[in-house]
Antibody, heavy 121, light 113 residues
Framework: EVQLVESGGVVVHPGGSLRLSCAAS????????MYWVRQAPGKGLEWVSL????????YYAESVKGRFTISRDNSKNSLYLQMNSLRTEDTAFYYC??????????????WGQGTLVTVSS | DIVMTQSPDSLAVSLGERATINCKSS????????????LAWYQQKPGQPPKLLIS???TRKSGVPDRFSGSGSGTDFTLTISSLQAEDVAVYYC?????????FGQGTKLEVK
């Protein structure tokens, strides 16, 4: 059974930093690309970032480019999102999701439960 | 960026009746070389993460009830629930995965009338 468990969501001040983690199990982690998708409370879904199977290709939404960094450790079956220069508009549930292929142009076939990041003074 | 626009924003349907949700992309998500539409549908129930229903515009994920179907090509797509069940109350999202950023529609809230 595929499981994705996010952690690291907390309350942080504007301008602060945070690192989210996602522990994956139930599939061969290094065969698949991985995504982060966020959802502000009561709002819709926003694609944030994508990393391919080996971590050598990454993509970002314009809203986070230059501030967020996606990475993965295939030896630990883990995905990460380093979030710097946080803004109030980054407040959201952050979902880790598994892609159905190893690189780009994949749909998301499994999602974690999400972790809440709150940016507030 | 490709803009995904869903209609309607909300929908109330009686149990057992058909529900139809539309999704329009600002540019085609059909890749002519493989004749595939890079369009997925997700269901999000209250308090839960999204779940994949349909990929490639019309391929149901294993385990998804066959009352859910997807259709369309190019820029216009439809999710149809043939006979609404109480457990189908949710917000439904379309997403294009043709070009980054892989944009979502704004969501359609489906309720029971």
């Amino acid at each position: 059974e595929v499981q994705l468990v996010e952690s690291g969501g907390v309350v942080v001040h504007p301008g602060g930093s945070l690192r989210l983690s996602c522990a994956a199990s139930g599939f061969t982690f290094d065969d698949y690309a991985m995504y982060w998708v966020r959802q502000a409370p009561g709002k819709g879904l926003e694609w944030v970032s994508l990393i391919n199977w080996d971590g050598n290709s990454t993509y970002y939404a314009e809203s986070v480019k230059g501030r967020f960094t996606i990475s993965r450790d295939n030896s630990k079956n883990s995905l990460y999102l380093q979030m710097n220069s946080l803004r109030t508009e980054d407040t959201a549930f952050y979902y880790c999701a598994k892609a159905d292929c190893s690189s780009t142009s994949c749909y998301l076939d499994y999602w974690g439960q999400g972790t809440l990041v709150t940016v507030s003074s | 960026d490709i803009v995904m626009t869903q209609s309607p924003d909300s929908l109330a349907v009686s149990l057992g009746e058909r529900a139809t949700i539309n999704c329009k992309s600002s540019q085609s998500v059909l890749y002519n070389s493989n004749n595939k539409n890079y369009l997925a549908w997700y269901q999000q129930k209250p308090g839960q993460p999204p779940k994949l229903l349909i990929s490639w515009a019309s391929t149901r994920k294993s385990g998804v009830p066959d009352r859910f179907s997807g259709s369309g090509s190019g820029t216009d797509f439809t999710l149809t629930i043939s006979s609404l069940q109480a457990e189908d109350v949710a917000v439904y999202y379309c997403q294009q995965y043709y070009f980054t950023p892989y944009t979502f529609g704004q969501g359609t809230k489906l309720e029971v009338k």
